[in-house]
């Protein structure tokens, strides 16, 4: 977040997850064909957000550099010529998207993003990303753990390295963490 910025106010909040990502660990090569279907589908409902006012917030992994900065990465993977760069540069954030980095698995975890939302009079979140059996699932079990979050995961605006990792995480979101799991097309508010 620039210092000084304004924080936008937004019951809505659209939270991308580990987009901006180099995939350049163990099964990265497995993530990366669905992190690029899901990523079309995020830019189809951030687009559709922009016109009703949503809010976007990005929290990505600082891979454990701590002198790292978000446009630092989103520069060096949008340079990539593979699909990571493909991912960054059809979701590269705009100058009124806020930008996270986070230490861990969860983007709460160590990390603004709580205050953040309380400050922008977030009741709904709808999350994001990669890896859905991962931190997107950490980040919606931080959001039900801190109650009075709506939580909307689109299952087609997530990615995994197999579909039954991806499969197992929606089906538990959606059982235990009482998250909405339709599609960006079949939620609309």
Known sequence: MTPHASVPRSERVLILIDFINPLD??????????????????????????????????????YGVWQSDFHSLVSACVGRD?????????????????????????????SPLELLLKEMGAR????????????????????FLRGGFDVWVPADCIAAETP????????YMKAVLRCDVRSSAGRRK
């Open 25 to 62: 660990f163990p099964g990265g090569e497995k993530l990366a064909p669905p992190a690029l279907q899901a990523a079309r589908a995020t830019l189809k409902l951030r687009d559709r957000l922009d016109k009703e006012g949503v809010a976007v917030v990005y929290c990505n992994d600082n």
């Open 164 to 171: 039954e990792a991806k499969a197992t995480a929606v089906k």
């Open 82 to 110: 593979d699909i990571s760069g493909e991912i960054a540069r059809l979701l590269a954030p705009r100058a009124t998207d806020v930008t996270l980095l986070k230490p861990r698995h969860s983007a709460f975890y160590g």
């Open 124 to 143: 709904q979140l709808i999350l994001c990303g990669v890896a859905a059996d991962m931190c997107v699932q950490m980040t919606a079990a931080d959001a």
